[in-house]
């Protein structure tokens, strides 16, 4: 059974729209990330999460923005999506900062 | 500033042949660095391959090694004889602990690997 959950898997949107991406966890983690990778470029980080509070962004645009509603899982809100945006999205996960990483399958999001 | 740089692909190797993907990596503010082998396998997510937190140590799993040297700033990774299923795109890793207490990967680029039968 996967252990993190991103969905959906393929996202297709219109350039000002805005988007929802969804994580779950069911590792029992405590610390949850979100990294991008557009094409031909490496994977980001774009934020960290711990114990459901906000630890690193890096992320320069105020568009994206992360959301917690619960312990296991850590959306990503994208508002007024641009070209630009087209990636695929990674959302991790590790048992606290200072251990392994393991990531979600990823959504790939397509903004027209 | 803090950088991973890997072996620019796409590689293709026939099968049972050696393999050596090249990571260097650059951590002018990191104080101790970890390192890691992320692989992605055709349709699916990023899987731990292998990881090594101490200079000095080689990492192993699934017939693939690293070692971490910091003399030369590198985790190259390495397998005796490749196989089919080794195909995947392998990713290099920095990983990173702040004084704040947040981590995060910096990633090389990504190697594509084929391997022919």
């Known amino acids: 059974d996967p252990k993190i959950i991103q969905k959906p898997k393929y996202l297709v949107a219109v350039t000002g729209s805005e988007k929802i991406l969804i994580c779950e966890q069911y590792?029992?983690?405590?610390?949850m990330y979100w990294y991008r990778q557009s094409a031909k470029k490496p994977l980001e980080f774009m934020f960290s999460?711990?114990?459901?509070?906000?630890?690193d962004n890096q992320t320069a645009s105020s568009r994206f923005q992360p959301q917690s509603s619960k312990k296991n899982h850590l959306d990503l809100q994208i508002t007024a999506l641009k070209p630009d945006d087209s990636a695929t999205y990674f959302c991790a996960s590790s048992q606290s900062p200072r251990d392994t990483q393991y990531f979600g399958p990823g959504t790939r999001l397509l903004v027209l | 500033g803090d950088s991973v740089t890997q072996t620019e692909g796409p590689v293709t190797v026939s099968e049972s042949e050696s393999l050596i993907i090249n990571c260097t990596y650059s951590?002018?503010?990191?104080?101790?660095?970890?390192l890691f082998w992320y692989v992605r396998y055709p349709g699916e997510g990023l899987q731990l391959l292998l990881k090594?937190?101490?200079?000095?140590q080689k990492g192993s799993s699934r017939g693939f090694e690293a070692t971490y040297n910091k003399e030369t700033t590198s985790f190259h990774l390495q397998k005796a004889s490749v196989q089919e299923s080794d195909s995947a795109v392998y990713y290099c890793?920095?990983?990173?602990?702040?004084?704040?207490?947040?981590?995060?990967?910096?990633f090389g680029e990504g190697t594509k690997l084929t391997v022919s039968s």
């Open positions: 090594v937190i101490t200079a000095g």
């Open positions: 590792l029992g983690h405590n610390a």
């Open positions: 951590a002018t503010s990191i104080a101790y660095p970890n």
């Open positions: 999460y711990s114990y459901q509070k906000l630890m």
């Open positions: 890793a920095l990983g990173a602990l702040n004084q704040g207490g947040s981590a995060k990967l910096i």
